[in-house]
């Protein structure tokens, strides 16, 4: 009976289905059908076999189809969620090499003994103590050119911000006096 059905179906039922799938997927649903009417008749749950063949081919089909599309649909949200974090990433570094410029130029328009000190401190680690020993500086000293190098490289970072670089004065300009070494 089985092979009856295979012969008078088989050419029908693959046209039919290679209308909604592309020729290898449309061969695995058909496939997947007689396996499911094979064991719907050994079991005597296909009154209709041909119906029956018929159904499960269809629904198999459209359940391909759907599984089709959400994998899509999914994978165009990740997609685009991917690109949303490159593009979030590629801000974030912008944004930190325009601050680390920023801070660098701010950092050479002071003092050279302000800035002698600051990068002691800041970049290079040193105590006020190991600080005001290299430099033959007392530590009050130290805290004052940190503090006055502080508060220029600020102003300096914060009048960029606010106008062009190149029309922020120079440190020296300020008005302030320079603090004495020693």
């Given at each position: 009976?089985?092979?009856?059905?295979?012969t008078?179906t088989?050419?029908?039922?693959?046209?039919?289905?290679?209308?909604?799938?592309e020729p290898?997927?449309?061969?695995?649903?058909?496939?997947?059908?007689?396996?499911?009417?094979?064991?719907?008749l050994?079991?005597?749950?296909?009154?209709e076999?041909?119906?029956?063949?018929?159904?499960?081919?269809?629904?198999q089909a459209?359940?391909?189809?759907?599984?089709?599309k959400?994998?899509?649909?999914?994978?165009?949200?990740?997609?685009?969620?991917?690109?949303?974090?490159?593009?979030?990433?590629?801000?974030?570094?912008?944004?930190?090499?325009?601050?680390?410029?920023?801070?660098?130029?701010?950092?050479?328009?002071?003092p050279?003994?302000?800035?002698?000190?600051?990068?002691?401190r800041?970049?290079?680690?040193?105590?006020?103590?190991?600080?005001?020993?290299?430099?033959?500086?007392?530590?009050?000293?130290?805290?004052?050119?940190?503090?006055?190098?502080?508060?220029l490289?600020?102003?300096?970072?914060?009048?960029?911000?606010?106008?062009?670089a190149?029309?922020?004065?120079?440190?020296?300009?300020?008005?302030e006096?320079?603090?004495?070494?020693?």
């Open positions: 009976m089985m092979n009856e059905i295979h008078q088989r050419k029908p039922l693959l046209a039919s289905l290679q209308r909604m799938l290898a997927q449309a061969e695995e649903v058909l496939q997947e059908a007689y396996l499911k009417l094979l064991l719907a050994r079991e005597e749950r296909a009154p076999p041909r119906a029956f063949l018929y159904r499960v081919a269809r629904n459209i359940s391909r189809l759907r599984h089709q959400v994998v899509e649909q999914q994978g165009s949200h990740v997609q685009m969620a991917m690109q949303s974090q490159q593009h979030e990433a590629i801000e974030s570094r912008v944004s930190r090499e325009e601050e680390q410029g920023a801070l660098l130029e701010a950092i050479n328009a002071l050279p003994k302000c800035r002698q000190v600051l990068v002691m800041k970049i290079d680690g040193f105590s006020h103590g190991q600080i005001a020993g290299v430099l033959g500086i007392s530590t009050k000293t130290v805290e004052n050119h940190l503090a006055r190098g502080m508060r490289c600020r102003e300096h970072i914060v009048a960029g911000s606010a106008r062009p190149d029309a922020v004065e120079p440190a020296s300009k300020t008005g006096k320079d603090l004495a070494v020693g």
